[in-house]
């Protein structure tokens, strides 16, 4: 028979088996596919509102902004539910990112400039997050309810803001971080995505006022009924360039997180359930393995009698030592 051997911890005696088996109690999350599932859950929370508006009659198939497809029950649930999943994701996404750059920052030469870049970075994308939570939750309103409208489109200004900038940042700190960490291609990708990300979110600003302004020069603006565009409106024209540029923003937005994919193929989350166990354990165990350590402490002090002391201390040191370990 196999002889086992014991070692003596705070808690209880254990076997290295049982030791062995607790160092592998852990739990070993790869975080690359979090991207991919960002994407497809965003992409097709859109395209499900979208569908479900567009056949409920609530809205006309041609270029309606994100937010129409949303506004009306029974397409505003869920576009809260798929929302406020993305941003919840979005949030942990940005905080994995900046973990990672913050490991790997050692190995590059401008450390000090991407220290200062990745904390803004994480800033703005828990920010941008939090615009979206704003978006899922004040959903597009009609009168008589002016402040609903503002809470929405205050944080749809602060989702596409931050995101449009965070995209730029990240393509920064891509650039930094080459050739020690990251290949060129994936710097490449980032800026295409910011500059089309600037450049739509920048025309989407100039082109809804310019049609605030037309529809207020005409005596038509908030005389809508309906979450349409008014086709005999002068301003029809700016009204579908302003929807296409929000989708191209929100699709860029998407794209950014998606190339997250090649940089979590390093990432993992671990979990220690041995650590979970201990921390769940009862006061009885604890005054068990305090009763078991007052023994061994008298047991120590009898032998010390006989014993060499020296000899006694060194084995106590050892003792202790292995405990420390385990």
Request: hydrophobic share 45%; proline share 3%; net charge neutral.
């Amino acid at each position: 028979m196999r002889k086992k051997v014991s070692i003596h911890s705070f808690y209880e005696t254990k076997t290295f088996e049982e030791v062995a088996r607790e160092k592998n109690m852990y739990l070993d999350l790869n975080l690359s596919w979090l991207p991919i599932f960002f994407a497809l859950w965003t992409l097709i929370g859109w395209l499900l509102c979208y569908t479900v508006a567009v056949l409920t009659g609530h809205i006309d198939p041609v270029l309606p902004l994100i937010s129409m497809c949303g506004a009306q029950w029974p397409e505003s649930s869920l576009f809260s539910l798929f929302m406020n999943m993305s941003a919840v994701m979005s949030a942990f996404l940005s905080y994995f990112r900046f973990r990672q750059v913050q490991h790997f920052q050692s190995r590059c030469s401008e450390i000090s400039k991407i220290w200062k870049l990745n904390a803004v970075g994480v800033i703005l994308g828990v920010l941008s997050a939090v615009g979206l939570l704003i978006v899922a939750n004040f959903q597009e309103a009609r009168d008589p309810w002016p402040q609903v409208y503002l809470a929405h489109v205050t944080g749809a200004l602060v989702t596409f803001t931050a995101g449009t900038a965070v995209s730029g940042l990240q393509a920064w700190i891509t650039y930094l971080m080459h050739p020690e960490v990251v290949d060129m291609w994936i710097f490449w990708i980032r800026i295409f995505i910011a500059f089309i990300s600037t450049g739509t979110y920048i025309t989407a600003i100039v082109v809804g006022k310019l049609a605030h302004i037309e529809r207020a020069f005409n005596g038509t603006d908030g005389d809508r009924t309906d979450f349409n565009w008014d086709k005999d409106s002068p301003s029809y024209p700016l009204d579908l360039t302003l929807a296409a540029c929000e989708w191209l923003v929100g699709v860029a937005f998407v794209a950014y997180f998606l190339t997250l994919y090649p940089d979590f193929k390093r990432l993992s989350l671990r979990h220690c359930f041995s650590h979970t166990h201990r921390s769940l354990r009862t006061d009885s165990d604890i005054e068990n393995s305090t009763l078991i350590s007052s023994q061994i402490c008298r047991q120590s002090s009898v032998r010390s009698a006989t014993v060499n002391p020296v000899a006694v201390q060194n084995q106590v040191s050892n003792r202790s030592s292995q405990e420390y370990q385990q």
